[in-house]
Structures are given as structure tokens and as C-alpha cells.
């Protein structure tokens, strides 16, 4: 497995592989990996001759100082799971080389898809994210890039901007990987101590409580919303940063929930924050009792 | 001399080219093609293996619709100039396939380059520019693209967007082209008419003034911006849109000149808007008498 530090290394890495006739796959991701990321690698190797995966804490889609000081790093764990797995390379970014001095250029996708959700919770950050994305596949070129449905927004954001701005990588969405009891793997979940990871699975076990009354019936968004809240509130230090029925179908806040529909909501724990959907059409989440 | 139209055929040339081992340098244009986009082709040829230039009038760097509508369209002219110049690939992206229903990504650079002139002028302009810039590197994949320096601040910007989004391409700057009597070409030339075109003449004739006081030991700003004010009034219809003198290091106007400096200029004349830069280090301008 090569490691590689230096945009001009891996930017050469890519087109030997191109000019070699071989496709390349590719997994964004912030590090601190977890079975959620290599799930997500997996898939990509089902899709191409190369695996490439990204580890970079990118600082300009953090719109909190403390949360990108608290992010957890593991590089060399990150490492041994992605030989572990089978990756061809590993590119590890560095910010002088990302954002030197002078740097200035950014991407927006405007409307429907960041005008909610954690485009209202974290300003900036999927011009952030939008931005990062585009400079990786600039200079990975990857045929095919794989993210995490959990974060389904992005998902949503990065697909669009990839389109219009015709990068020429195909964005695949794969399922959201969940611990045993429910809760959405996620880098942040390493900054949870025992209490607050059981007070986390409120946010699980409040949408699957909502989707399991729209599959009885209620198909007001608001009682549903009502339903992931008042789960939440069972425990002290779990803060509702938004919840929000969501229809695929141009991105909009629904009033009446239908199958199109997504639940998403956002948490902090203990200033920790967690972020999950559930499709309403989808599986269930296998949430267990305490 | 291939003429692609889709996305699709576009990439799937580059693609190929690519895998061959060959260099490709590009040269965007809006089309309505003079001896100044044909130098840059020529340029384009000294670069790389095969040269591909777009032409394609992109609506959305344009602020004022009458601009837009009234952007002179020479199809079948431009591909035989670029067939006679040794082009390999024209390509004429469609406005449907560039911006379908429902687009909503863009592309800023913000800070100095982008605060003065025609960035003033042209509200959204140069957002317009980058994205589509970005769009078209997308799916060419130049190792190289060449820029006329008539449009120097549309330089830096795209040069300064390329870099940081890591889109791998290296921009290159050619000197701008000018007519016997001085004026730089530019596909808006065929706007004016005889009359128009002699008065448009006070625009380079005004920048060289101020060129020769510079040289003669004016430094005061304000006071070669009052020569390339002067200049023009001679004529009626001839109507300043700005007039600055911006010093290269860091893009800032500079109160008092020196040869760091451009003298930046866009006038409309009856309507039809020309722009024209002089570095005050660099060569003379041609300008002959009425």
C-alpha cells in the first residue's frame, strides 16, 4: 500500500493508473476510520482495479474551532485498517499544501439542498465540504467515489456539484453502517464515554419510534418530529439541534410525510454533535432496549 | 479536425488522448474568432501534442442580456480558421447539456482579485467565469490552457481558481494581439461600425499616453488616469467605465505607479463594451494617428 503525502505524488499516482488502463475508485475521508469507512472501501473495490482512500481533517467545513480540535486522529490505526482492507493508496493532504497563504477560491451549490438541515446548523460548511471535495477529485481523478449515507445531505450536495461542475467522477452512496444497538458509526462517536454513548441512542431510537409510526400511519411531519423529540428529552445533556421530514423529491421540507421521504435529525451530546436519517420507506433500525 | 458537441464525446477524446500518451493544451473561446484566438492556438501548438479549442458563448458571465444576445456568432468561420490553424478537436458545448434544469453550482474567488474593474462592472461576471472555466477543464483535462492577456484580470482570476481547486491544469498567459492602428482585438470589434471604430481608437491611444508619461516620470495614479480620461473625451459616445492602475503584487490599486503596474481601462463606446490593459514596464502600443 503506498502512503502518500504530496499533491504532485498522488496527482501522479492517478495518471500512471489512467494511462495503465486501470479504474480507479475513491473514499474521502476524515480519518479516525471505523467499520462505517471500510465498508465504504469495500464497495469501492467492487467498482475498480484501485483503491484510493483520502485521510484529511479539512478545516474550512468546520464552522466550530472546538470541534475541529476535538476531531479524533488515529492515523496509524486508519493505516494498518485500510491495508488491512485491501487499499492500493493512501493520501494523507497536508493544509500548507491544501490552503497556502493567499488561497481564495470556493464552491457553492445554492438552493433547495443547503438552504436546511446542517447548511442552517453550520454555516459554511458545505461550501467547505463542496470545496475539499472538488480539490481531492481534482487531483485523484478517481472514475468512481464512494460516501457514507449517513451523511446524506452531503451525499446530496457533493453529487450535485460533481454533476454541474462535470468532474467526471460517478458518486455512489452507500448504506449507513450502524453499531449493534442502533447508533450511526461515526468518527465522533470515539469522544462519547459510556454515558453519554448510551444517552446518544435517544437519536436512533426516536426516529425509528417516527418511521414506525408512519408505517402506522401518521403522516404528520410534525407529530413525527414530535415523537423523535420527546424520545431525546428521556435524557439529560441530549440537545435536538434539528429534525426535519424531508422529501427527496426536490429537497423540501414536507408537511405530510409519504414514502419519498427522509427523517433527519442532528444531536449534541454533551456538545458532541450526531447527525442520522432514516428513509421512511427504508429498513428498520435495529435499535435495542438499554 | 474533429467538431464534438456532447459532454459525453468530449470526454471520452480527452480520455483517449490521455491513455495515448499525448499532451493536450486547450483554448477556450466565445467564439466570433480573430488573429488574436488564433495565437493562441498557435501558442497551444508549441505545448502539447493536440489542441482542442471550445467555442461557446457561456450565459452566464454575461450581466446584461443585450451583451449576450447581441455576442457576435461565426460558427462556420471559426471552424475553418481553426481547421487552417492546425486545431484537432473543436468543441461546442450546448447550453442545454451545460446548464440543465435545476443547476446550482458555482464557483467564486474572492479578495482582491475580484473586488475592482470589471468585477465592479460585471456583477457575477467572473463567478460566471470560473465555473464555467471549471465545467470546461472538467471534461478536456488539459495539461495546459492558454488565455489572451487582453482579459488579464480573467487570467489571474482563472489561474488563481485552477490552482487552489487542484484542477491541474497549467494556465498560460499570451500577449495580446492588436490591429495595425492599435486596438486590441477582441470578437466585440464587429460590433462597431467605421465611425464607432475610430472613436473606440481613444481607448489605446489614451492607455499609451499614459504609458509614455509613466515612462517620462509620472507617477501619480489619479494623474495617468486624468491622460486616459482626456484621450477619450475627444470624442463623443465614448463613455469611461473605469480607469485604474493596479499593481500586480497583491492586485491593488497603487495611488502612485511603478513598473509592478498595469493601467487597466473598459469604455463603452455607443453602447459596445471594450476593455484594454498596459503593463507601464512593458512594450508600446502601435497606435497611429486618425
Redesign the interface.
Known amino acids: 500500500m503506498d502512503v502518500i503525502a504530496p ?1 504532485a505524488d498522488m ?1 501522479q499516482w492517478s ?1 500512471q493508473a ?2 495503465a ?1 486501470k479504474r480507479t475508485a475513491f473514499v474521502p475521508t476524515m480519518g479516525a476510520l471505523h467499520r462505517g469507512h471500510i465498508s465504504l472501501v469495500e464497495k469501492a473495490r467492487t467498482l475498480a482495479d484501485r483503491v484510493v482512500v483520502s485521510i484529511y481533517v479539512n478545516p474550512t467545513q468546520f464552522d466550530n474551532p472546538e470541534d475541529l480540535a476535538k476531531y479524533p486522529q488515529t492515523l496509524e490505526a486508519d493505516l494498518a485498517m485500510c491495508r488491512e482492507a485491501g487499499v492500493d493508496a493512501v493520501w494523507t493532504p497536508q493544509t500548507a499544501e491544501m490552503y497556502p497563504d ?10 433547495p ?1 443547503t438552504d436546511k438541515l446542517c447548511a442552517v446548523a453550520r454555516p459554511g460548511h458545505f461550501r467547505g465540504v ?2 475539499v471535495v ?3 477529485l ?2 485523484v ?1 478517481p472514475d468512481v467515489a464512494v460516501f457514507g449515507q449517513k451523511d446524506l445531505q452531503q451525499c446530496l450536495v457533493v453529487s ?2 460533481v454533476g ?5 467522477t460517478e458518486i455512489i452512496v452507500a448504506p449507513t453502517v450502524r453499531e449493534s444497538d442502533g447508533l450511526a458509526m461515526s468518527s465522533r462517536n470515539r469522544r462519547l464515554s459510556p454515558d453519554q454513548r448510551a444517552r446518544a441512542l435517544g437519536l436512533p431510537r426516536g426516529l425509528e419510534l417516527a418511521r414506525q409510526a408512519y408505517r402506522a400511519g401518521q403522516v404528520t411531519s410534525l407529530k413525527l418530529i414530535e415523537i423523535v423529540a420527546e424520545e431525546l428529552l428521556v435524557h439529560e445533556g441530549v440537545d435536538l439541534d434539528y429534525c426535519d421530514v424531508v422529501s427527496l423529491k426536490g429537497f423540501k421540507e414536507s408537511e405530510f410525510a409519504d414514502d419519498a421521504c427522509v427523517l433527519a435529525a442532528a444531536v449534541f451530546v454533551d456538545g458532541v454533535r450526531l447527525i442520522d436519517h432514516v428513509p421512511l420507506a427504508g429498513q428498520s433500525i435495529p435499535v435495542k432496549a438499554d
Not at 493567499?102 to 438552493?111: Q, R
Not at 454541474?164 to 467526471?168: A, Q, R, S, T
Open positions: 499533491i496527482r495518471r489512467l494511462i488502463g493567499g488561497y481564495c477560491s470556493f464552491i457553492d451549490v445554492v438552493g439542498l463542496c470545496t472538488a480539490k481531492l481534482g487531483v481523478r450535485r456539484m454541474d461542475l462535470n468532474i467526471g
